[in-house]
């Protein structure tokens, strides 16, 4: 069987794009990093994975952070093989922001951290880097070529489309994301998904 991973931070927006992208059948009502085990959602025999948010949420134990990011981390290891895909979601318009506070303490943000995980363990890995819908028009390219940068991937970042899709999940714009998926789907001889 094959399995799709989405992972991200809390907040990104990676619930509302999940609805999005498969209807109703993922968790709802769910309170950030209250649920710590991954929730699936079957299609056929591919398997879909909402891995629980990660990151600094308010009002949540920095040990329960802790517990998520290392059951993330199991889980990826533990399913490598079986996993063929995974999906990082970003909040774009706020990257920046996280990585200079973790740059200024001389940490990697986890998005960054994630994205080097997944793709060590061999995991083909898509950037969705969401909330564009808040970018202006030019900030647009400069915003999308800074996060390339710091996913390690040497700007400009048009030339890593294949890997970075910008969406905007509030506004069901998701032809980006769609458009990988349909090709890495292709690839995996799954032409019936999107
Ligand atoms: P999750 O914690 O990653 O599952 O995030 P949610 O899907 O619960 O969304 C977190 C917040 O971000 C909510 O207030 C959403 O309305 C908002 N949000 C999600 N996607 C977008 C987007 O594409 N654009 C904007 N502006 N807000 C979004």
Request: glycine share 8%; net charge neutral.
């Amino acid at each position: 069987s094959f399995e799709i991973i989405f992972v991200g931070r809390s907040n990104v927006g990676k619930s509302s794009l999940l609805r999005e992208l498969f209807g109703a059948k993922v968790r709802v009502g769910k309170r950030p990093g209250v649920t710590l085990r991954p929730a699936h959602i079957q299609i056929s025999d591919l398997l879909i994975t909402d891995m629980p948010g990660f990151g600094f949420m308010s009002g949540v134990k920095d040990r329960k952070q802790d517990i998520i990011k290392d059951k993330t981390v199991h889980y990826i290891e533990d399913n490598a093989e079986r996993i063929k895909l995974g999906v990082l979601v970003i909040d774009g318009p706020a990257l920046p922001q996280i990585v200079d506070r973790w740059d200024s303490r001389n940490q990697i943000p986890i998005d960054v951290e994630m994205f080097d995980f997944l793709r060590e363990v061999g995991i083909d890995t898509i950037i969705a880097a969401n909330k564009m819908d808040k970018v202006k028009e030019n900030e647009y390219d400069p915003l999308l070529d800074e996060i390339a940068f710091w996913l390690g991937l040497e700007p400009p970042w048009q030339n890593w489309k294949h890997i970075i899709a910008p969406i905007s999940a509030k506004k069901g714009d998701l032809k980006a994301l769609k458009g990988l998926l349909r090709d890495r789907l292709h690839e995996m001889k799954r032409d019936d998904l999107f």
